[in-house]
């Protein structure tokens, strides 16, 4: 039979206390830790970097990322700072036992340390300035307007669906602007070139809508009279490559707001220009003019000319159609 003193702990030494070792082997499974958090995440080098923030598909998203990025490892170099100090004063400045009988001596106090005043007041001034120095110029980057941008489309809003007309291009067969409207059987293609600067006009012809497309990291509400409302209803920007996006109304406008989406097709200028004469041309099959998904179709050129939007699909408005939901 074991008697109880038999049992030895080998990590204790004889007076109970942990060995030095225990917190060798803390190190060494917190640095594997570590090391295992990193590397298993898969995470590249340029992701860390975006610390969160989703990829764009224009220069203005992309100007936008970087002052996220150098915002964010800023703010981590003021918290190493801070983390520092605040395990410097835990560690080092801790309550010191008083002498048994005697007043508690309090530690030394800084509230009339005029330098220290003035650091703490001046440091935090300097860094919302430079915050707010680089935010402006980003901000007034991303609304920067040419005078003459090579595309522009009118963005029309309604209940709830959208129109995309484009004025600047040539007028079709008819005499009318090419126009892409959308309906609750089909989602409305808005069709643009890359690596053009294109204008976007926002008009509504009814409520409070937003024009949002994530991938351009950039939302507008589209009002109604916009003139009258005192609204900046254009904005520019370019895509920088070829895909197709969704778009979405970001503001609560009825009951189906929710499903009031296009999908932007961004294809390259060569693309692009075909498909604008397409859509000025009469289709002899129906003997009217092209609409975006015949024209789609007869360009043929793979996944980027698919005749419907592959981000988002229409919606039964049947309301009987519906179920409650969960
Ligand atoms: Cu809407």
Not at 55 to 81: C, D, F, K, R, S
Not at 104 to 127: A, D, G, K, S
Request: charged share 20%.
């Amino acid at each position: 039979m074991k008697g109880r003193g038999a049992v030895v702990n080998p990590e204790r030494t004889p007076a109970g206390k942990p060995a030095k070792s225990r917190f060798g082997r803390a190190g060494r499974i917190a640095v594997l830790a570590a090391l295992v958090a990193v590397t298993a995440t898969g995470c590249s080098g340029d992701e860390v970097l975006r610390f969160g923030w989703p990829v764009g598909v224009t220069p203005q998203a992309l100007e936008m990322q970087h002052l996220w990025t150098y915002t964010v490892i800023a703010a981590l170099a003021v918290g190493v700072v801070v983390w520092a100090l605040i395990f410097w004063v835990a560690v080092f400045h801790r309550k010191k036992k008083g002498v048994p009988g005697e007043p508690e001596e309090l530690p030394r106090q800084f509230q009339y340390n005029v330098p220290l005043e003035i650091f703490t007041v001046v440091t935090p001034l300097i860094m919302v300035c430079v915050l707010f120095f680089f935010t402006a110029t980003t901000e007034s980057d991303v609304l920067d307007k040419k005078p003459n941008p090579d595309v522009t489309v009118n963005v029309v809003a309604f209940q709830w669906n959208w129109e995309f007309d484009y004025p600047s291009e040539p007028k079709t067969a008819n005499g009318d602007i090419v126009r892409t409207i959308g309906s609750s059987g089909e989602i409305p293609l808005l069709v643009l070139p890359t690596n053009r600067t294109i204008q976007y006009n926002l008009r509504s012809t009814d409520v409070i809508h937003s024009f949002w497309v994530p991938e351009f990291h950039f939302k507008r509400d589209v009002f109604p009279f916009p003139e009258k409302n005192n609204q900046d209803m254009s904005f520019q920007n370019s895509i920088d490559q070829t895909g197709s996006f969704v778009g979405r109304c970001a503001e609560l406008c009825g009951t189906y707001h929710s499903v009031m989406n296009f999908e932007v097709r961004a294809l390259t200028p060569d693309l692009y220009a075909q498909y604008i004469r397409l859509r000025g041309q009469i289709n002899a099959k129906t003997n009217q003019l092209y609409t975006a998904s015949e024209a789609l179709t007869t360009m043929n050129c793979g996944e980027l000319c698919t005749s419907h939007a592959v981000t988002t699909q229409p919606f039964n408005t049947d309301r009987t159609a519906r179920t409650a939901s969960g």
